[in-house]
């Protein structure tokens, strides 16, 4: 039976991965990284320059899912109720007037936030329990959002006039984030033939919602050995310095270290890496290969690691 599910898992994997390839050019770490964290039910932050194809990954992962997507694009004069959605006087057919709640854009499969960072803190926090609880509360009403529901965001680290950092409980929210690179000379070459033709490429149908939750579910069933659980443990305390074990880079550089959201993401991702991988188990590698994107956002560095210009991704490497 295991056999069975591994190849089922593998084959579901790879028909969506390869879809999503053909329209996104020289991104293949990228899209695994995405889909893995969707698999797992975890949101994503994508961070990078303009034009990389942020937004146009995350269209072609909802075509080839057929999730039912919605766009918000942040500004600085976003609501929180242009997100989540608003209570409005309505009628009845008699005349007899009533509030009725108006769903906003965050009640979809498959949300990508463009440029989250260029709203307000105010707005921003208004996705915290649909990231989290897969809820909306309007009025004194609480609504369920539809399975599966993911949270896509973007933002460009370079432009900061207009912008508001994120704050750490939202960070914490997402499972991954994970950092965009520019293509290579060829992709390049490659990303403008195919967009300036006539026919862009789209991504088809090749799988559904149901399948990445009956996916999410095969992935849980795979066990994490006692010795491998314990160096998640350990990789994660390890990040914060007052904890007695901490490098001394960690002690220096980091002002406090990973939730423990943070084991609980790469516990629920490196099953997905190990199933990719055609084993039913764990191993030490497949925790090494999701600590960076699981961590980068969640360890904080202090001003003395700041003005050494070090990056929380130097810090997990001597971690690992």
């Known amino acids: 039976m295991q056999e069975a599910y591994i ?129 909306v509360t309007g009025g004194s009403q609480t609504y369920r959002l539809e399975e599966p529901f993911f949270v896509l965001a973007t933002q460009n680290p370079l432009e900061t006039e207009g912008t508001y950092p994120l704050p750490e409980a939202q960070m914490d929210r997402f499972l991954f984030k994970l950092n965009v690179a520019f293509p290579s000379k060829k992709d390049l070459m490659e990303i403008v033939r195919t967009t300036t033709s006539s026919t862009p490429p789209t991504a088809t149908q090749v799988s559904d919602g149901q399948t990445l939750l009956q996916m999410r579910q095969i992935a849980e069933m795979v066990p994490v050995a006692e010795p491998v659980m314990e160096y998640i443990m350990d990789l994660v305390l390890q990040t914060h310095p007052e904890y007695e074990n901490a490098p001394d880079q960690v002690k220096r550089y980091v002002r406090y270290g990973a939730s423990p959201r943070a084991a609980q993401a790469i516990s629920k991702v490196a099953r997905i890496f190990a199933l990719l991988d055609g084993r039913y188990h764990v191993s030490y590698e497949d925790v090494k290969r999701v600590a960076a994107p699981a961590l980068r956002h969640r360890v904080f560095l202090n001003f003395e690691g700041l003005a050494d210009g070090k990056t929380a991704d130097e810090i997990i490497e001597a971690l690992l």
């Open 7 to 135: 190849q089922q898992f593998k084959e579901n994997f790879t028909k969506i991965e390869t879809e999503v390839a053909n329209v996104i050019i020289g991104q293949k770490e990228l899209i695994r990284h995405v889909l893995t964290a969707m698999i797992a039910g975890g949101n994503v932050l994508l961070e990078g320059m303009p034009g990389l194809g942020k937004t146009q990954l995350v269209k072609a992962i909802s075509q080839a899912v057929a999730l039912d997507f919605s766009r918000i694009q942040f500004t600085p004069d976003l609501m929180p109720a242009d997100v989540t959605g608003t209570t409005v006087m309505s009628q009845d057919e008699n005349g007899k007037s009533f509030f009725a709640f108006r769903k906003g854009p965050i009640f979809a499969n498959l949300v990508l936030a463009d440029e989250i960072n260029r709203a307000t803190p105010k707005t921003q926090s208004a996705l915290l329990e649909a990231m989290q609880e897969h809820t």
